[in-house]
């Protein structure tokens, strides 16, 4: 991420926030993190199969509000292999997603 300092602190994180976006060329050049790649993956398994969070974390024996926020990127290796026994897939299928 690229930071700037101003006196004008609205420009330092404006300039953030165009950095990051997905409009900005620049952007593309930038890798997304494996963690939020990965939750993006989890997510289309999950709306392909039409359930909902709260659904998807009961079946993957976690708390709903840790399984958003594994959609977000926030995930421990521990609770991956739930998330795939939950959502019917193997490891090496949520990977290949990512």
Same mark, same amino acid.
């Given at each position: 991420m690229v930071q700037i300092h101003s006196p004008r602190p609205f420009f330092s994180l404006s300039f953030m926030l165009?950095?990051?976006?997905?409009?900005?060329?620049?952007?593309?050049? !930038?890798?997304?993190?494996?963690? *939020?790649?990965? #939750?993006r993956a989890i997510r289309r398994i999950r709306e392909a199969q039409k359930i909902n969070q709260e659904e998807a974390a009961e079946r993957c024996g976690l708390h709903r509000t840790y399984y958003s926020g594994v959609e977000r990127g926030n995930v421990? !290796?521990?609770?991956?292999?739930? *998330?795939?026994? #939950?959502?019917?897939?193997s490891l090496l299928e949520l990977f290949r997603r990512v």
């Amino acid at each position: 991420m690229v930071q700037i300092h101003s006196p004008r602190p609205f420009f330092s994180l404006s300039f953030m926030l165009l950095a990051t976006s997905p409009t900005n060329p620049l952007s593309a050049a !930038m890798p997304v993190d494996i963690r *939020i790649r990965f #939750g993006r993956a989890i997510r289309r398994i999950r709306e392909a199969q039409k359930i909902n969070q709260e659904e998807a974390a009961e079946r993957c024996g976690l708390h709903r509000t840790y399984y958003s926020g594994v959609e977000r990127g926030n995930v421990s !290796m521990v609770n991956i292999e739930k *998330i795939a026994r #939950g959502l019917k897939k193997s490891l090496l299928e949520l990977f290949r997603r990512v």
